[in-house]
């Protein structure tokens, strides 16, 4: 059975730890970040972040109820620093992309906690803040409730694989991750026309494209169909004055 988690005022009031720092729970996520940079999902490990905390291992188990409800809080603080500093403009589609690519670029900035955490549901505060911010800029475009829930998952579920496709790559070796983006110019830059006339036509497009991140465009797309259909339900006449609105 877990051990109950101690109420956030009663851990401050408690001692520091050896060298005289006082734990929090963003300070453990934030050393487990770092433990996830350095050496990986494999580092993390209760152990390891207690002596880089300088505290005994069981003290964490005041913060976390194990390990799994830690890797939650780290996917929670991802999408807080995504959050951070973004207000809606009242301009859906441009509110939408903001937040995309704010949420992208946070784990991508993380690539082992995202490959940790990139599937996980939190129910945590900034994982709520997000959602409701998400639905709130949806309803108030004007889609229907049907329509907002259908967008928003799949909003959502492609924010957060484009997230964690980009982060294995960034998670690679440095030369495992040069020879991949190599192979573009190496190998398909060399197939012949007469045998593969539609990548050697595209090959030059291929190898500039295909070693950077394909989520903008996807974003773009998806919210394109978004756009689209949210004139079908306005109308030719409400659909017009929509769009003399501005680009949102």
């Not at 946070?106 to 996980?120: D, F, G, I, S």
């Not at 709520?128 to 907002?148: K, Q, S």
């Not at 829930?149 to 484009?162: E, G, M, N, S």
Request: include cysteine; aromatic fraction near 6%.
């Amino acid at each position: 059975m877990p051990k109950p988690v101690v109420p956030e005022e009663k851990r401050r009031r408690r001692r520091p730890t050896r060298s005289g720092t006082v734990l929090s729970e963003s300070l453990i996520v934030d050393t487990a970040l770092r433990l996830l940079r350095e050496h990986g999902s494999a580092g993390l490990t209760a152990r390891r972040l207690g002596l880089a905390l300088d505290c005994d291992p069981s003290t964490l188990y005041r913060y976390f109820r194990g390990m799994d409800d830690l890797t939650l809080a780290i996917g929670d603080a991802l999408i807080g620093r995504a959050l951070r500093g973004w207000d809606p403009t009242g301009q859906w589609r441009a509110d939408l992309r903001a937040v995309g690519l704010r949420i992208h670029a946070a784990y991508v900035a993380h690539p082992q906690a995202a490959l940790l955490t990139a599937n996980r549901v939190s129910g945590r505060a900034h994982e709520l803040a997000a959602d409701e911010a998400v639905l709130d800029v949806l309803r108030t475009a004007g889609f229907p409730l049907p329509d907002t829930v259908r967008i928003y998952h799949a909003f959502v579920d492609q924010t957060l694989a484009f997230a964690a496709l980009d982060a294995a790559s960034l998670a690679l070796p440095s030369a495992a991750l040069r020879a991949d983006e190599q192979m573009w110019r190496s190998t398909y830059a060399r197939l012949p026309p007469a045998t593969h006339p539609r990548i050697a036509e595209a090959a030059p497009l291929l190898a500039t494209r295909m070693v950077t991140s394909a989520y903008p465009t996807a974003l773009d797309m998806l919210l394109d169909s978004a756009a689209t259909r949210l004139k079908e339900l306005q109308g030719p006449v409400q659909g017009r004055r929509s769009d003399q609105r501005g680009p949102g």
